[in-house]
């Protein structure tokens, strides 16, 4: 098969996520080159993904590259990349908090990280936000335990819980907590409409507008979101313009093509009852909030874990549309569980915070996934579609 390159991989879910992982080594360092190397492996661009290994979903069209740490408060490193399938983009922009939770598991299984008995601490750096995030992986015999009894909403069998705790997780791509030094930005859309929203940057930076004043409900199913072509062009011209203000492209015109990644962008609401994907009924009991998240253009399906931190932070800074929208007791000093209401049901994120001169200073939030190994083998690539 001389026309073919062969690369080592594994294919894991993580969290609501499901992605083709590396070892960083195996790669490439030049980026272009890796993106030409991910491209070819996915099958993009291609709606259908059909010429390789992508889900022809954003959130099944991702990959991760493990390596040794650098940095002595780590163990491993991870860089993640979101393939476009539209378009022939990898956008190294952000991480995924979803798919993070299996870098654990990867790493203690290629033997990057001894592992302990009955769980494991990994400790992961990651490159594209330059932050810790230390996950605890129950492990026995060396390897990362899979089943368990722990379920998440989007997932349909049970697991064992990951926890992945992000350490310090504001100003992941800005540097600050509040980019813009608000909880509250009026946005203006080239039509003239103005919109308020929320620009908050902990683990990913995200845009988060009120749903009423979208004209939206906050229980909208993805279905139900996509078929209001308006509220989703109007969400992705917030994010374009939220892009050009923290300096993530130059030209707000240019973000969907340069940045379609980040920052991320959605919508909240106080509880409300609504029935979920799966076709059960939420009462306002169960969750502190609803969320709805759009991912490359389109509804995600659950809630982003990254999302969820972001959401979280947001939820304990006074001012923010997060925190106005939010039942969950506040208590200085305490650590805040905040319960997001999504189209699959709940995600709870435990965040511990404090107020030091006024400023909320988020030290760091807590979500709960699970992850698995499906495969590893080898991804055949043509050798015509590696050159520049």
Same mark, same amino acid.
């Given at each position: 098969?001389?026309?073919?390159?062969?690369?080592?991989?594994?294919?894991?879910?993580? $969290?609501?996520?499901?992605?083709?992982?590396?070892?960083?080594?195996?790669?490439?360092?030049?980026?272009?080159?890796?993106?030409? &190397?991910?491209?070819?492996?996915?099958?993009?661009?291609?709606?259908?993904?059909?010429?390789?290994?992508?889900?022809?979903?954003?959130?099944?069209?991702?990959?991760?590259?493990? $390596?040794?740490?650098? @940095?002595?408060?780590?163990?491993?490193?991870?860089?993640? $990349?979101?393939?476009?399938?539209?378009?022939?983009?990898?956008?190294?922009?952000?991480?995924?908090?979803?798919?993070?939770?299996?870098?654990?598991?990867?790493?203690?299984?290629? %033997?990057?990280?001894?592992?302990?008995?009955?769980?494991?601490?990994?400790?992961?750096?990651?490159?594209?936000?330059?932050?810790? &995030?230390?996950?605890?992986?129950?492990?026995?015999?060396?390897?990362?335990?899979?089943?368990?009894?722990?379920?998440?909403?989007?997932?349909?069998?049970?697991?064992?819980?990951?926890?992945?705790?992000?350490?310090?997780?504001?100003?992941?791509?800005? %540097?600050?907590?509040?980019?813009?030094?608000?909880?509250?930005?009026?946005?203006?859309?080239?039509?003239?409409?103005?919109?308020?929203?929320?620009?908050?940057?902990?683990?990913?930076?995200?845009?988060?507008?009120?749903?009423?004043?979208? $004209?939206?409900?906050?229980?909208?199913?993805?279905?139900?979101?996509?078929?209001? @072509?308006?509220?989703?062009?109007?969400?992705?011209?917030?994010?374009?313009?939220?892009?050009?203000?923290?300096?993530?492209?130059?030209? #707000? @015109?240019?973000?969907?093509?340069?940045?379609?990644?980040?920052?991320?962008?959605?919508?909240?609401?106080?509880?409300?009852?609504?029935?979920?994907?799966?076709?059960?009924?939420?009462?306002?009991?169960?969750?502190?909030?609803? %969320? @709805?998240?759009?991912?490359?253009?389109?509804?995600?399906?659950?809630?982003?874990?990254?999302?969820?931190?972001?959401?979280?932070?947001?939820?304990?800074?006074?001012?923010? +549309?997060?925190?106005?929208?939010?039942?969950?007791? +506040?208590?200085?000093?305490?650590?805040?569980?905040? #319960?997001?209401?999504?189209?699959?049901?709940?995600?709870?994120?435990?965040?511990?915070?404090?107020?030091?001169?006024?400023?909320?200073?988020?030290?760091?939030a807590i979500v709960g996934r699970t992850a698995r190994r499906i495969m590893e083998g080898y991804v055949?690539?043509?050798?015509?579609?590696?050159?520049?």
């Amino acid at each position: 098969m001389r026309d073919m390159q062969m690369f080592r991989c594994a294919i894991y879910r993580g $969290g609501t996520s499901k992605g083709v992982f590396f070892r960083e080594n195996d790669l490439p360092p030049d980026p272009g080159a890796r993106a030409r &190397i991910l491209l070819a492996a996915f099958g993009s661009p291609d709606v259908r993904q059909i010429d390789g290994l992508g889900g022809a979903t954003s959130q099944t069209s991702k990959a991760m590259l493990v $390596g040794p740490s650098k @940095r002595a408060d780590a163990d491993v490193e991870s860089t993640f $990349g979101q393939v476009d399938i539209a378009n022939p983009l990898v956008d190294w922009g952000g991480n995924c908090g979803n798919l993070t939770s299996a870098v654990g598991p990867f790493a203690i299984d290629e %033997g990057l990280v001894s592992a302990a008995e009955p769980a494991t601490t990994v400790r992961i750096f990651n490159i594209n936000t330059q932050k810790l &995030i230390v996950a605890t992986v129950p492990t026995a015999e060396g390897r990362a335990l899979a089943e368990g009894e722990y379920t998440i909403p989007g997932v349909p069998f049970p697991a064992v819980r990951i926890d992945l705790e992000f350490m310090d997780p504001a100003g992941s791509i800005t %540097g600050r907590l509040l980019p813009t030094g608000h909880p509250k930005d009026v946005l203006t859309l080239a039509d003239g409409r103005r919109f308020t929203v929320s620009i908050v940057d902990a683990a990913n930076p995200v845009v988060f507008a009120d749903a009423a004043e979208l $004209g939206v409900t906050g229980t909208e199913l993805p279905a139900e979101l996509e078929a209001r @072509r308006d509220v989703v062009a109007t969400l992705e011209e917030l994010r374009a313009i939220a892009a050009e203000m923290l300096g993530i492209v130059k030209d #707000r @015109r240019e973000a969907k093509a340069v940045s379609p990644g980040l920052p991320k962008v959605g919508y909240v609401a106080p509880p409300g009852e609504y029935r979920t994907t799966p076709g059960v009924t939420l009462p306002v009991e169960a969750m502190d909030l609803q %969320g @709805r998240l759009l991912s490359m253009g389109t509804a995600h399906r659950s809630y982003m874990a990254t999302g969820a931190i972001c959401t979280g932070a947001a939820a304990v800074v006074k001012g923010t +549309l997060v925190n106005a929208a939010s039942w969950a007791t +506040l208590r200085e000093g305490e650590p805040t569980t905040v #319960r997001i209401a999504h189209p699959y049901g709940t995600m709870d994120v435990r965040v511990r915070w404090e107020v030091q001169a006024g400023e909320t200073r988020v030290l760091s939030a807590i979500v709960g996934r699970t992850a698995r190994r499906i495969m590893e083998g080898y991804v055949y690539v043509p050798r015509a579609r590696l050159t520049a």
